[in-house]
Nanobody
């Protein structure tokens, strides 16, 4: 099982940008699909984006498509979430997650399901003011 640590959250005005970082340790990073989820107060955790080990497949939720970009650096065991044109409704705790899966092309159904992932970070707060 891999250990995950997120960083990069903070406060930003609407229209601004933030970059989240997730560092993995404890296992072979390329054994894992990496995902980002978020949870706003009073709401269920929701899928944001995922990336296969090869970076060939990167499904996004409709709410962040064309504004957020997921990437990974396998040499540094790190996954990123670049968030641009942020909106107040993006305010949430953002979680990094790892799913032990070797497929290069991801099923959106499986990648968006939190139960697919067996390792989670502690979360980082993102607050977007209007």
């Amino acid at each position: 099982q891999v250990h995950l640590t997120e960083s990069g959250g903070g406060w930003v005005q609407a229209g601004g940008s933030l970059r989240l970082t997730c560092v993995a340790s404890g296992d072979t990073f390329t054994n894992y699909v990496m995902g980002w989820f978020r949870q706003a107060p009073g709401k269920e955790r929701e899928f944001v984006a995922a990336i296969s080990w090869s970076s060939r497949s990167m499904p996004y939720s409709d709410s962040v498509k064309d504004r957020f970009t997921i990437s990974r650096d396998n040499a540094k065991n790190t996954c990123f979430l670049e968030m641009d044109n942020l909106k107040p409704e993006d305010t949430a705790i953002y979680y990094c997650a790892a799913w032990e899966e070797s497929a290069s092309i991801l099923s959106m159904t499986l990648a968006s399901r939190s139960s697919s992932y067996n390792s989670w970070g502690q979360g980082t707060q993102v607050t977007v003011s209007s």
